[in-house]
Every structure is written in structure tokens, then in C-alpha cells.
């Protein structure tokens, strides 16, 4: 029976090769990252610093940047601005107002006032919106309050300057009440007209949603606009449904900013080192840069070196082209792959609750059929579910082998062979789990691997009932463990995944040299990244092996549990499909050749003791 599971692994494993090969291909190309500097903060900058803007564009263009915001104009932002003001006319429109009551404002900007009745009238007719030169003003029916709030369009002359100075646009739509399609659709028009590529909407709504966000969707599709996806910030409403719609097009760009809030208690050199840290472990290709004005500022032009601190240390993900979308792995290649959900699952059952023949036969052959029959059950049920197509089969597949890969070894196995019985199932389970959350879906997080913390309490579930067989304790103990996963999942939905989540190498190096050689230990010591620990889980399964049979049986037990751990935490890695298998393997690979082998070490110099 351990052999025909065994087999199913190798299988598994081996169906999933031609996946991962094409996915390390895409990390490797995929590496163009933008560097989005915000207008309004560029606007400051050049104020203070007392340069125009057309001067300071292209210092910061010179020293990192490669696009600029450019936000969409409303009435209320240009009052705010002090560039619109309400006035009082000489001579009043005598005619009565079709709605509300006439408004009146004025600027020493005649193509502002031009274009902003020029939208008004587009946007909203039965404003009657009128430019006059003489005297100078914009006039308009209605309640100010509500138009104000409408986006009417960007300004051509900015957008030009922009882009004289090498950088890039990133128009920021807003929304506002009752968006129409036909709004919607003149909006990214004017959009794509600017000649910019990606979008970033502005605020905590996306426009149109959510009762026109299908034709935002087919505005974006049809004028070829990616769109910027605040995964992890923002939480725009509608986001995920645009996202998930244009991924497999490859118009979708991981985007990422830090909230005013999430800037103090960073400087330019620790936020820098984050942007890195951010670029290379958790996807992102689009930075949008805010700079630093109170907290941790000098003058205005210290963000000049603050975009430099950047560009260094994205490193290699810094200018590059952005390649073809990454294809999820078919229902065939999934099915395949999921031999090694079913070889765990089965092994697994069979290690902790000894299940005789022929049941366990019956239970690998019902594991095989379900691994095979899942990702051709996983069909859309109705209408949304067709236009944002489910991902359960993948998910269900994922969960299953890791929670069960941490129990598969045979705890009663010799050290050397316990060793190589854990390592063959721990790689064979780390690459279904790569395969299964390969795909444009997964790695810009618009799809998640779901733990629900099983693969964490089911394991240790499994090796305190296998190790408590016989004690009285054994309900006791389960018990509680069942009270740690109902705590831990309201208020730690993930906790391997939080325990994986990287560090910022220079979190700590603005400070003093003791907090500096403090945060450096941390790193080194503290329980994140959970993968530089995935070595401890073969160290634990061969002390657990060596320890077995003699009366040390709390220490046993101990080594069990922590082998589980171990375990569970090096699976994790790779269940994180927005960093390169490349960043992954090589410090998990470095964990197990580190301490991965202790345990054998351990039994042979108890043996030479002997």
C-alpha cells in the first residue's frame, strides 16, 4: 500500500514539472515595475522646493520615476485648489434656472473654464453649462454640492508636460453618485485619448460600481487600459470583479501604497528597503509613491533620493517588459497533480488511525477517484459565476495535501528512513501546491489559497491523537486544540501565511546601532520568514524516529510535534504563487541541508555513545 502511494506521488510530482517550468519562465521575464510618483505630492514638492513643475518632472524622472498620476478634474477639487471661485455677476442670467438655481464661478484660466463647460455640457445638458469672456466665467444650472462631486475629464496641457519630462501617465478616474454608462464610457475614452496605458482609480470606489461596473469592464477591455490593483491598501469596491475579469488578458498590474498612517514609523531608507522587499516577495509592479512631508522630512527635494532608494532596490524588477500572461494549469494537469493530494490523504489516514486491509484500499482508490473527478466537476453555476469563473477544485486539492503531507511519514521508521520518507512527501507536496495556485488568477492575488488554519491544527490534531493513543489525556488535549483553531480563526485567519509573509531587510537601519544589531537578529531568529525554519521538520520527524521506543516520551512526543510544525511551515512557502519559485527554493533548500539533518546527526552520536 505505501508503494502504490508512493507511486501516486512521484506521478503527481512529475505531471506537475511542465507547469512550474513554464511559471519559472514567466517569474523570470516578468519583471518591469513602475514607479509612480503622486501628482499632488509632486505638485508640493516643486512648490516648496520653489521650481516649476516642468523642472522638477524630469529631476524625478532622472532619479527613478517613471510615471505620474494625473488626476481627473472636479469642481469641488479646483475650489479646493483655489484655481474656481464663486462669484456674483453684474448682470445675472435673467432666465429662470432649469434646475436648482444658476451658479457662477470665475478663473484666471480661460481653457480651464473652456473645458470645464465643455464637459458639462457633454455630461450634463440640462445644466445649460455657458463660457463667457467677458465678463470671465463658467455658469451652470443646479445644486453645486452634487456636480461638484463629478469627474469632467483631465487636462491635456498637464498630460503633455508629463510626458515631455520621459515620464509615463496614470490617469485617477473618480467616481461619483448614479455614474451612467455613457459617463463611464467618456471618461475612459478621454483616458485612453491621453495616450496612457494603465489606470489607477481614484478613492475607495471604483467608478461605475457597482450597478454599470460591466461597462467600466468592456470600457477597460476595449481600449486596451491595465488596470491598477490595490490587492492589499486600498479595498476599492468593484475591484476584484474588474481584476478577475482582465487578468487573462494581461491587463491587470499589482499595485501597492502606504497609507499616511503605514508611513510613520518608516524613514526613505527603511520604506525603500520595503518597496524591495514588496517588489520581490509579494508581486508588485506598480509602486505609487507618496513622499514624506512631516514625519521623517528634511526639505521638500529629499524625495528625489527617496525615488533613487527605490529604484535600487527594486534591483532587477526595475524597466523590464512585462511578459505574456501565465495560463493556470488545464483540468487534465490538475487532475494529474492531484494524484499527490490523494497519495497524502491516504498515507496519512493510514499512518494515524491504522486502518487495515482492505479498507485502506478502499480508501487510496476513493482518494484517486476524487483527485481525478474534482477539477472536471469545478463548472460554473449560473450567470456570475460564468463571467467570474470559481476556482474551488484547486483550493479543495491545495488544503487537502498540505494538511495532510505533515502526517504521511511512517513514525516508526528507522531516522535515515523516516528522513527520506519525509523529504520525498514534502516535495512531492510543495510541488502540487505550486502547481495549484500557478496562474494569472493566483499570482496577483485575485485568487487565494484558503487554509482555514487546517493545515496547521489538522496536523498537530493528527500526531497528538497517534502519540495520546493510549493516555487518558488524548480528548483532553484534542479538546483544547480544537479551542486554539476556533481562536485562532477570528482572529488569525492564516497563520501560516502570516508566519511566511518576508521582512524588510533595513526595517531597523535608520535607527541606533544596538536597535539596528536588534532588528538584524530578529531577522535571523524570529519566526518570519516561516520557511528559513522548514528544516526543523526533518530534524523533528528523525528525532521523533531516533527517540522512539525508549522512555523519553514527553521528549518525543515534543519532537513530534515540532517535525509537524516544520513541516507545515516549509509547504507554506510554496503556496504563495506571487513570489518567484526562484526567491523560494533556495531558502528552504538552505533550511533543510542547515537543520534538516540535526536529527540524524543526533541518533548517530547516540548510537556512538552506545
Known amino acids: 500500500m505505501s508503494f502504490i502511494n508512493y507511486a501516486l506521488l512521484t506521478t503527481g510530482a512529475l505531471a506537475s514539472v511542465r507547469v512550474l517550468l513554464k511559471r519559472h519562465q514567466w517569474e523570470q521575464a516578468n519583471q518591469r515595475t513602475a514607479i509612480v510618483l503622486d501628482y499632488d505630492d509632486a505638485l508640493a514638492v516643486s512648490t516648496r522646493a520653489g521650481l516649476p513643475l516642468r523642472e522638477f518632472l524630469p529631476m524625478a524622472h532622472a532619479n527613478g520615476a517613471t510615471h505620474l498620476s494625473l488626476p481627473e478634474l472636479t469642481l469641488k477639487r479646483l475650489l479646493q485648489e483655489g484655481r474656481l471661485a464663486l462669484t456674483i455677476p453684474a448682470q445675472p442670467i435673467s432666465t429662470p434656472a432649469p434646475l436648482g438655481r444658476w451658479v457662477y464661478l470665475t478663473s484666471v484660466e480661460p481653457d480651464l473654464l473652456q473645458h470645464l463647460a465643455t464637459e458639462l455640457q457633454a455630461r450634463l445638458p440640462a445644466s445649460q453649462a455657458q463660457f463667457s469672456t467677458a465678463p470671465l466665467q463658467l455658469s451652470f444650472s443646479g445644486e453645486l454640492s452634487t456636480i461638484a462631486e463629478m469627474g469632467l475629464g483631465f487636462e491635456t496641457a498637464v498630460a503633455a508636460e508629463i510626458m515631455l519630462a520621459g515620464l509615463g501617465l496614470v490617469p485617477r478616474p473618480v467616481s461619483f453618485a448614479w455614474p ?342 530578529l531577522i535571523l531568529l524570529g519566526p518570519r520568514p516561516g520557511r528559513k525554519w522548514s528544516g526543523l521538520g526533518l530534524a523533528g520527524v528523525a528525532l521523533a524516529s531516533a527517540l522512539r521506543g525508549s522512555d523519553q516520551k514527553a521528549a518525543t512526543r515534543m519532537a513530534s510535534l515540532a517535525g509537524v510544525i516544520g513541516n507545515a511551515l516549509m509547504l507554506a512557502a510554496f503556496r504563495r504563487p506571487e513570489r518567484p519559485l526562484s526567491e523560494t527554493l533556495p531558502v528552504v533548500v538552505k533550511s533543510w541541508a542547515g537543520l534538516g539533518w540535526l536529527g540524524f546527526i543526533f541518533q548517530w552520536l547516540k548510537n556512538m555513545h552506545r
Open 180 to 521: 451612467e454608462d455613457h459617463l463611464v464610457e467618456r471618461t475612459l475614452a478621454q483616458v485612453k485619448g491621453l495616450g496612457a496605458e494603465l489606470v489607477a482609480f481614484e478613492g475607495d470606489l471604483i467608478l461605475g460600481h457597482e450597478m454599470h461596473l460591466e461597462t467600466t469592464v468592456t470600457c477597460l477591455e476595449n481600449f486596451g487600459l491595465t488596470f491598477a490593483y490595490f490587492s492589499e491598501t486600498r479595498h476599492q469596491k468593484g475591484d476584484w470583479f474588474i481584476a478577475k475579469r482582465l487578468a487573462l488578458r494581461g491587463q491587470v498590474i499589482l499595485a501597492h501604497y502606504f497609507s499616511p498612517a503605514a508611513l510613520v514609523p518608516e524613514d526613505f531608507h527603511s520604506a525603500a528597503h520595503h518597496w524591495g522587499m514588496l517588489a520581490h516577495a509579494r508581486g508588485i509592479r506598480l509602486c505609487y509613491v507618496n513622499v514624506f512631508r512631516r514625519i521623517h522630512a528634511t526639505d521638500p527635494l529629499e524625495c528625489l533620493e527617496y525615488l533613487d532608494h527605490i529604484r535600487t532596490n527594486l534591483n532587477a524588477y526595475d524597466g523590464q517588459t512585462i511578459a505574456e500572461v501565465i495560463a493556470a494549469p488545464n483540468r487534465e494537469q490538475l487532475a494529474l497533480t492531484g494524484l499527490v493530494s490523494a497519495g497524502t490523504l491516504s498515507l496519512a489516514a493510514n499512518r494515524v488511525l491504522e486502518i487495515p486491509e482492505p479498507y485502506a484500499t478502499g480508501l487510496t482508490v476513493a482518494s484517486v477517484a476524487g483527485a481525478l473527478a474534482l477539477p472536471y466537476l469545478d463548472q460554473p453555476r449560473g450567470e456570475l459565476e460564468r463571467a467570474y469563473p470559481p476556482s474551488y477544485a484547486p483550493k479543495m486539492l491545495a488544503l487537502a495535501a498540505a494538511s495532510a503531507a505533515p502526517l504521511a511519514a511512517d513514525p516508526n521508521a528507522a531516522p535515515l528512513e523516516a528522513l527520506l520518507q519525509t523529504s520525498v512527501i514534502q516535495a512531492a507536496t510543495a510541488t502540487a501546491l505550486a502547481t495549484f495556485t500557478t496562474g494569472q488568477d493566483y499570482q496577483q492575488h485575485i485568487e487565494e489559497y484558503r487554509s482555514f488554519n487546517a493545515d496547521l491544527f489538522v496536523p498537530l490534531a493528527g500526531t497528538l491523537y497517534r502519540e495520546l493513543r493510549n493516555s487518558r489525556g488524548k480528548w483532553w488535549a484534542l479538546a483544547g486544540l480544537g479551542i486554539g483553531w476556533y481562536v485562532t480563526r477570528r482572529f488569525a485567519p492564516d497563520v501560516l501565511g502570516g508566519l511566511d509573509r518576508d521582512l524588510p531587510a533595513g526595517h531597523t537601519h535608520h535607527l541606533s546601532a544596538f536597535q539596528r544589531m536588534l532588528g538584524d537578529a
